[in-house]
């Protein structure tokens, strides 16, 4: 099993910026790929983005040019920098690990985010 330990969340205002971080411990195995997932109410799950042991990264349209996803394969994390926020962002962010952005096994409480206008 892996556990994966969220943080972060917050309330921000539109235009200004939020990191989220996830750590992953427990039975990890390599290669795999780690990322984030949000949920609005209402609304299905849907990507934000991910990342490979690699550094090969994925990125919901949505958020391209304004989230940068990071990872520290030696420290198992990755890192979420939020910038530019919109209250379109506002979800809960749930952090995601598994063998590859098709196969995410593992998934975190979640965080919220949540952007004033």
């Known amino acids: 099993q892996v556990q994966l330990m969220e943080s972060g969340g917050g309330l921000v205002q539109a235009g200004g910026s939020l990191t989220l971080s996830c750590a992953a411990s427990?039975?990890?195995?390599?290669?795999?790929?780690m990322g984030w997932y949000r949920q609005a109410p209402g609304k299905q799950r849907e990507l934000v983005a991910t990342?490979?042991?690699?550094?090969?990264?994925k990125y919901a349209d949505s958020v391209k040019g304004r989230f940068t996803l990071s990872r520290d394969n030696a420290k198992n994390t990755v890192s979420l920098q939020m910038i530019s926020v919109e209250p379109e962002d506002t979800a809960v962010y749930f952090c995601c690990f598994g063998l590859n952005r098709w196969r995410l096994e593992y998934w975190g409480q979640g965080t919220q985010v949540t952007v004033s206008s």
């Open positions: 427990g039975s990890i195995f390599s290669p795999n790929t």
């Open positions: 990342i490979s042991t690699g550094g090969t990264t």
